[in-house]
């Protein structure tokens, strides 16, 4: 038999095992680690709300006045006020029809797809699309196909394939990609996509996990920022990134949302997140929509251009990856830059295809400006 052991082992070999570090500070621009106090660069907390005393205090009150947990699934009697009013406030924030929460973003990316998409259906996904949404569209049994990063042409063709092979009447198509692409950073082409699948009838979903909060007016996400809100079917995003709190969700249409509810088993057979998240969840909204959200936003964006001009790189969001090819090279760069004092994690297969390892560096409006430039000019010094 297979021994764990050996699986360690293999990974290990070939400088791909990874290890939990243990942080023994709350989330923030800086944290402690073995007693020692590291510039953060590698959270997703993009506008620094998961520390923000206003988000932290309403999350407590919110915890005394609904208590602690939902106590069952939403469908039993776990939908509370609090859901259904969190529910209503994002869907009027991102001008959808509707949303519906889950408990995690990889939750409603995997439920949205399996529970949409099945053997009469095709999904076309972009090659750097997130695990959820694979691992989403593999669950759900249609027949997959994967176009190169933002490769309009090959999509194209794609949608011309599909649409011989699905019954209109029948099945559906369904393109998925993301609107900021998360090891990467870059942004996908939304509007030619809108007007790709447009041309064939197809569907489209796109991930805003890392728009969301940080791009468009108000944060809205990409898909805002190109006023093509309603052009696309299904805008899911995540609480647990610029929001700094925990949960995912879906935009879509009612008809399309009451359909998940009775289909998407993440939603269905697990257990609603605490109403006093979903109570936080609002105040958070509020936060980014508000002025805020648009200082917070402003400070991230000044520490994205500083950091970008002193590293000599490109960066189209709060996302900028050092790309240096070899695992063992990436291993090595966070570790000098963790000897100075700086969190920035080597991201490598099968995160990001083989070759592809690099530092993931992460802005955040509540960094220090100063500790910005610290990280550059220590990337610089890798050489
Ligand atoms: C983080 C992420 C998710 C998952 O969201 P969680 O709330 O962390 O589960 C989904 N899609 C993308 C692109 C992400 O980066």
Same mark, same amino acid.
């Given at each position: 038999m297979r021994l764990p052991e050996d699986e360690l082992a293999a990974l290990e070999a070939g400088g791909l095992r990874r290890h939990l570090r243990r942080i023994e500070s709350g989330q923030g621009p800086v944290v402690t680690m073995d007693g020692r106090r590291f510039h953060n660069f590698s959270s997703n907390d993009y506008l620094g709300l998961a520390s923000h005393p206003t988000l932290t205090e309403a999350f407590a009150g919110a915890l005394r006045k609904h208590g602690a947990g939902a &106590? $069952? #699934? !939403? @469908?039993?009697? &776990? /939908? @509370? &006020?609090a859901h259904l009013d969190f529910e209503e406030k994002l869907a009027a924030f991102k001008r959808s029809e509707a949303a519906l929460t889950f408990s995690s973003g990889y939750a409603a990316a995997v439920g949205t797809l399996s529970a949409l998409t099945g053997k009469e259906d095709v999904v076309i996904l972009d090659k750097l699309c997130h695990a959820s949404l694979i691992d989403g569209a593999r669950l759900g049994g249609a027949t997959l196909r994967v176009f190169p990063h933002n490769d309009l042409d090959k999509l194209a063709s794609h949608l011309r394939w599909a649409e011989n092979r699905?019954?209109? $009447? !029948? &099945? !559906? *198509? @369904? *393109?998925? /990609?993301? #609107? *900021?692409?998360s090891m990467d950073g870059d942004r996908a082409p939304l509007a030619e996509i809108v007007a790709l699948k447009e041309a064939r009838d197809a569907w489209l979903m796109v991930d805003e996990a890392h728009a969301f909060g940080v791009i468009g007016p108000r944060g809205g996400g990409l898909a805002a920022e190109l006023g093509l809100e309603n !052009?696309?079917?299904l805008r899911m995003g995540t609480l647990s990134k610029a929001a700094g709190l925990s949960g995912g969700y879906l935009c879509a249409s009612r008809a399309t949302v009451d359909l998940l509810v009775n289909r998407a088993r993440g939603f269905i057979y697990s257990t609603a997140p605490p109403p006093a998240l979903a109570e936080a969840a609002g105040v958070a909204l509020d936060l980014i929509a508000g002025a805020e959200g648009d200082a917070r936003r402003a400070a991230l964006w000044r520490n994205v251009d500083a950091f970008a001009n002193s590293a000599g790189v490109e960066a189209a969001s709060a996302i900028v990856p050092i790309l240096l090819g070899s695992n063992e090279a990436a291993l090595a760069a966070a570790e000098s830059l963790n000897a100075a004092g700086f969190l920035a994690p080597a991201i490598r297969y099968p995160t990001v295809p083989r070759g592809g390892a690099r530092l993931r560096v992460t802005l955040s409006a509540a960094h220090d400006p100063d500790a910005v430039e610290a990280l550059a000019a220590a990337i610089q010094a890798l050489g």
């Open positions: &106590g $069952a #699934s !939403r @469908l039993i009697c &776990g /939908t @509370l &006020g699905v019954d209109p $009447a !029948r &099945g !559906r *198509v @369904l *393109v998925v /990609t993301e #609107s *900021v692409f !052009r696309i079917e």
